[in-house]
């Protein structure tokens, strides 16, 4: 997953680091067997994952592939040859392992994937649970990126607001709540995690929550131009994250959810 958006900004943050990176196909059993066997590994980073749910939901078949045999591939290579060497292994799940819920999602509670992306980070979470290795799951929430695409939130809000060439930009389905962090905070925590070699599941997250109205409406302003919301007929969702299992290890997020979209406007302009 080092060429995805979290795993090239982990990169970046962490160059003090000697990375050994793979380029070849997950999905191979026996590729990733013999490149597991001929490198050594203090600690691993399992970026690597098919993401947009819209993606997922068409491609479904080919993402199981990836997103949970190419993990099972991954671990069950690592715990054949590195099972005494490997420190600590790192999983990027989601919060779309969670069912929606009016309150703070905190680790124990009811897990019921809210989409296909979800239940294939389930099952793979499953997989990495039952091996004896140092395992550390977190479940990201959601964050934006330059490089995504119009399938995330922010980016598909950028484009129908302000790239419109109208003064008032029609919108719906926005009355939900939901968690965003800045990247650069997500990084922050993996590498706390990794600091203390925690094992586990460990919400990522803000614990802040935004109603997707108000990031259109920040936007719109920026942009000198109105919202207006068609009347909700869809039932409003809440996934917003309970973080105090990470916070108490002294970690904090440092961006709120102007700076992300600010700085998401500023990076997708140059």
Same mark, same amino acid.
């Given at each position: ?12 943050? *962490? ?44 491609? !479904? ?5 990836? *997103? ?18 490997? /420190? ?9 392992? $969670? ?17 296909? !992306? ?13 091996? =004896? ?18 399938? $995330?939130?922010?980016?598909?809000? $950028? *484009?129908?607001?302000?790239?419109? /060439? ?19 905070? #997500? ?26 109205? =108000?990031?259109?409406? !920040? ?5 000198? #131009? ?7 007929? !869809? ?23 102007? $700076? ?5 406007? /500023?990076?997708?302009?140059?």
């Amino acid at each position: 997953g080092h060429t995805g958006a979290l795993g090239q900004e982990f990169v970046k943050k *962490n160059d003090h680091l000697n990375f050994i990176k793979f380029k070849g196909n997950l999905i191979k059993r026996k590729e990733v067997e013999n490149w597991v066997k001929k490198n050594d590994f203090d600690f691993f980073f399992h970026f690597a994952a098919i993401v947009p749910t819209k993606f997922v939901e068409e491609n !479904y078949l080919f993402t199981k592939k990836i *997103n949970i045999d190419g993990t099972k591939n991954l671990i069950n290579a690592l715990s054949k040859f590195h099972k005494k060497r490997l /420190k600590w292994f790192f999983f990027s799940s989601t919060s779309h392992v $969670y069912d929606f819920k009016k309150t703070k999602i905190k680790e124990k509670d009811n897990i019921l994937p809210i989409s296909k !992306y979800g239940k294939t980070k389930l099952l793979a979470e499953n997989i990495l649970i039952k091996k =004896k290795l140092n395992i550390c799951i977190g479940r990201i929430f959601s964050f934006t990126h330059k490089s995504h695409d119009k399938n $995330y939130l922010i980016p598909s809000l $950028y *484009n129908r607001i302000c790239k419109s /060439k109208k003064k008032q930009v029609i919108l719906e389905n926005l009355n939900h709540y939901r968690d965003f962090l800045d990247i650069s905070d #997500i990084c922050s925590a993996i590498s706390l995690l990794m600091k203390k070699k925690k094992v586990g599941v460990f919400n990522i997250c803000s614990s802040q929550k935004n109603n997707l109205k =108000k990031i259109a409406i !920040y936007m719109a302003k920026k942009k000198n #131009i109105s919202c207006k919301f068609k009347s909700n007929k !869809y039932k409003i969702t809440s996934l917003v994250g309970d973080n105090k299992k990470l916070s108490n290890l002294g970690w904090r997020p440092k961006k709120n959810i102007n $700076y992300i979209i600010n700085s998401y406007i /500023k990076n997708i302009n140059r």
